[in-house]
């Protein structure tokens, strides 16, 4: 059961939230808004919630956190979850505040399925006025606009539009499984329902959280799986101990990243990562916070699941109904692996020509860092009125920016700077 607080505690932006749909309903379903915010998820609900607190109009498009709604039953964050909050400037509105209202684990491990729920309230909350349909695409209007048309076929310009779309349209399936037919192969990013490999033998790929946890998934749900990890080993994290000697505190402080001096550093100066040379932050980008896998998915698959070390894939070819992969193992011999299904657990490029959505004549006039956009200290990317923030944002401003955390720190700014820019304008 969901604690919902009373009509006299509503706060400044849930009382605007609520507004917005009784009177305001006319001015947000206009086929002209000041903002539009592409996405549903953490990222865009907090824009939404700090653009209505700040009496910015706007618009916001897509299924409320269906990313994680679509969770598969029986994973855990990987955050913390003073790490996974939603942030809205109101207190008592925290992801371990809900927990605890609702009896559930406030520190970890949270179910992705409570967090979804909390994530579900805090719409209901503050952004009521979110409409449940996708944006298929974005233009350029030609007078500085842009141009959005929904997948109900419904048309919008916005003066400016936010892109929080999270992973959505970034995963990446590897060359090597480009010979297999969709039906043979899924890439983790597109499982919540783990029941269909009953019975079958599947090979995971990847040896990082989501293959772990895929491996480990399609084990209780009574397949055969086997993870074929390229590097020398899988990683996992260790547990955070709740009795840590007054020296381990004061040396790895624990952070929203974990414990450790520079995820303090990292939480403490979020946007500093933004000042830092080019070449450092793609280093740190790229290379810090791997993908490794949390604690308390270790006994579900140590022992339990075969994972195969130094194992690389080097053709993988439909035979019959099923698959049959050619791997390379750790002596350098080829090994072949006939199994019903594939899954990719191969990660995400925080690549921006992959966002579908997006017009090729807006694509070209992004500016990019590796593959990503590069983008302003407001987020702003180079074609004036577009901004991105999570993933996409992350080449700008860091790791901290690839995790719900960095909401708290991406949602003001930008918020601040859109109602500040609309003044400008105003004047
Ligand atoms: C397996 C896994 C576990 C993770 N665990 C954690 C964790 O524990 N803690 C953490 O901080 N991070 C975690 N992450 C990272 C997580 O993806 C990001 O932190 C999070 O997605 C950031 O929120 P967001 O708002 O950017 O994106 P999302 O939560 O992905 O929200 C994006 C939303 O946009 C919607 N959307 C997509 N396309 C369109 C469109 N065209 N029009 C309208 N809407 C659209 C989607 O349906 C989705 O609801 C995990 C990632 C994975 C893959």
Redesign the pocket.
């Known amino acids: 059961m969901v604690a919902c607080p009373g009509e006299s505690s509503l706060s400044r932006e849930a009382s605007f939230a609520k507004k917005m749909c009784e009177i305001g309903y006319r001015v947000a379903v206009s086929p002209e808004c000041d903002v539009a915010i592409?996405?549903?998820?953490?990222?865009?609900l907090s824009v939404a919630a700090q653009l209505g607190a700040r009496r910015v109009e706007h618009r916001i498009?897509?299924?409320?956190?269906?990313?994680?709604r679509d969770?598969p039953t029986g994973i855990n964050?990987?955050?913390f979850a003073f790490?996974?909050s939603i942030w809205v400037r109101e207190a008592k509105h925290t992801f371990p505040e809900w927990c605890r209202t609702n009896g559930l684990e406030d520190f970890e491990p949270c179910t992705m399925a409570s967090f979804a729920a909390y994530g579900m309230w805090m719409k209901d909350r503050f952004v009521p006025h979110i409409e449940n349909v996708?944006?298929?695409k974005v233009a350029a209007a030609g007078d500085g606009r842009f141009e959005l048309t929904l997948a109900n076929e419904e048309r919008l310009t916005a003066r400016r539009v936010v892109f929080?779309?999270?992973?959505?349209?970034l995963a990446v399936l590897p060359d090597v499984l480009s010979g297999l037919p969709k039906d043979l192969v899924t890439h983790?990013?597109y499982l919540s329902d783990y029941s269909i490999f009953r019975g079958k033998t599947v090979a995971v790929i990847g040896g990082g959280?989501?293959a772990i946890?895929a491996g480990a998934l399609v084990h209780e749900a009574g397949g055969r799986a086997e993870i074929l990890v390229r590097d020398d080993q899988a990683i996992f994290h260790g547990k955070l101990s709740t009795k840590r000697s007054l020296y381990h505190s004061i040396r790895y402080p624990n952070s929203v990243l974990g414990p450790g001096m520079k995820n303090r550093l990292l939480q403490e100066l979020p946007l500093g990562v933004h000042f830092l040379p080019e070449w450092y932050r793609v280093r740190l980008v790229r290379s810090y916070l791997g993908p490794a896998s949390p604690w308390w998915i270790k006994d579900r698959v140590l022992g339990v699941v075969p994972i195969f070390a130094q194992t690389t894939v080097i053709r993988a070819e439909p035979t019959g109904s099923r698959a049959r992969l050619v791997v390379r193992t750790p002596s350098g011999a080829e090994r072949i692996l006939e199994v019903d299904h594939v899954i990719a657990g191969t990660g995400y490029d925080a690549n921006v020509d992959r966002v579908s959505?997006l017009d090729e004549g807006l694509l070209r006039r992004i500016r990019r860092l590796e593959r990503a956009p590069v983008l302003s200290r407001n987020f702003q990317s180079s074609v004036p009125g577009a901004y991105f923030?999570?993933?996409l944002a992350a080449m700008s401003f860091g790791p901290l920016f690839?995790?719900?955390?960095g909401g708290k720190y991406a949602a003001p700014a930008l918020a601040r700077h859109l109602a500040g820019r609309r003044s400008a304008a105003a004047s």
Request: hydrophobic share 45%; no cysteine.
């Open positions: 592409v996405g549903s998820g953490p990222y865009a498009f897509g299924p409320p956190m269906k990313f994680w969770m964050l990987k955050s790490a996974t996708e944006v298929s929080a779309t999270g992973l959505s349209n983790t990013f959280a989501s946890e959505y923030v999570g993933l690839r995790f719900v955390a």
